[in-house]
């Protein structure tokens, strides 16, 4: 299969996200993404990861570092996946003109914790020169293996990546799944490094 882009074209998007508020994506993947997602063997659940920075190359290494630790998998698995989600970083950061990112990793093995949603929205992550919270703020969030997030009032598919504007209490309330299967799950926030930098002196 060929690669799709993640966002389209940046106008259309940011027009339909200022518009809408939120939007779902279907995310095509190379044969060796599906082999790589249907295969990997997850019997850990591994302290949360989160990347601050703005390499691809360095973001790329740590997700397979990270990666690493779920299971007995092989090299080329593994860095099928880290390629896949570093990858994914890029168009956005690309789309949105932006060169760091904030990213979350979090790998779930099958619970019942989850069963009762933990709805909630999203608050601002970002300051300007000025030290204020940014006006206009959006966040991606996709599930490569197990089930998508969900939100309230809002369809999202298996395969779908969405992006939603964070920062307005009781919109774009969503919370995790259902976890009846192993999920892997990244969100990412994109900005200058100057700001992704202020957000991981008040995150760490």
């Known amino acids: 299969m060929m690669k799709e882009e993640l966002l389209g074209a940046q106008e259309s998007t940011m027009d339909q996200l200022q518009r809408e508020g939120i939007i779902a994506r279907a995310v095509r993947f190379t044969t060796e993404e599906c082999d790589a997602i249907e295969t990997i063997v997850i019997e850990n659940e591994p302290e949360h990861f989160d990347y601050y920075g703005s390499s691809e190359s360095e973001l790329e290494t740590s997700i397979c570092t990270h990666l690493n630790t779920v299971g007995a998998n092989t090299s080329e698995t593994v860095a099928a996946i880290g390629r896949l989600l570093a990858r994914l970083v890029e168009e956005m950061k690309t789309d949105f003109q932006q060169a760091a990112a904030w990213v979350t990793l979090r790998i779930f093995l099958p619970t019942t914790d989850l069963d009762t ?58 919370s995790e799944p259902e976890i009846k299967e192993s999920r892997i799950f990244m969100s990412v926030v994109v900005g200058s490094e100057a700001q992704i930098a202020e957000l991981k002196t008040r995150f760490e």
């Open 117 to 174: 949603p933990r709805w909630h929205s999203d608050g601002h992550y970002l300051k300007n020169d000025q030290g204020e919270f940014v006006s206009e703020e959006y966040k991606l969030v996709l599930a490569i293996k197990g089930a998508p997030t969900r939100f309230q009032g809002f369809e999202v598919k298996a395969g779908q990546a969405v992006m939603y504007r964070v920062g307005e209490p009781g919109k774009n309330v969503h």
